[in-house]
């Protein structure tokens, strides 16, 4: 995976927090948003303990199953959409997910040596 990449990844993971909590706000009120933070955030911190350990994992599989795992969050997100709290959790805790696998790209990349070239 290559920093552009990286960096595309980690945008559409900022956009998607953006979005999400608009939306939240947008059906219902400060409370609930705060709720489904703090949802998420009970999900996402063992969730993000795994994702550090299997980082070698993670490099190993191919960049689309991010994708492929963003795009099955975003259906559940919609599937969930009878139940406000529960589907912004699913959208916090999908959104956190990308991004700490993101970061976890570009901690391997900054881990390898750069090519010198020759002079």
Not at 18 to 46: D, K, S, T
Not at 92 to 102: E, G, K, L, P
Request: glycine share 2%.
């Amino acid at each position: 995976m290559t920093t552009k990449e990286v960096k595309q990844i980690k945008i559409a993971a900022y956009l998607t927090t953006i979005g999400v909590a608009a939306n939240a706000l947008n059906r219902m009120p400060l409370q609930g948003v705060i709720i489904a933070l703090a949802y998420a955030a009970f999900i996402f911190v063992p969730l993000a303990t795994v994702l550090n350990k299997c980082k070698k994992q993670i490099d190993a599989l191919p960049k689309s199953i991010i994708y492929l795992v963003f795009g099955l969050s975003v259906v559940l997100w919609r599937v969930l959409r009878a139940h406000p709290i529960a589907e912004a959790t699913c959208a916090f805790v999908a959104s956190f997910t990308v991004y700490a696998t993101a970061f976890i790209y570009d901690e391997r990349l900054a881990e390898k040596p750069a090519k010198q070239e020759m002079p």
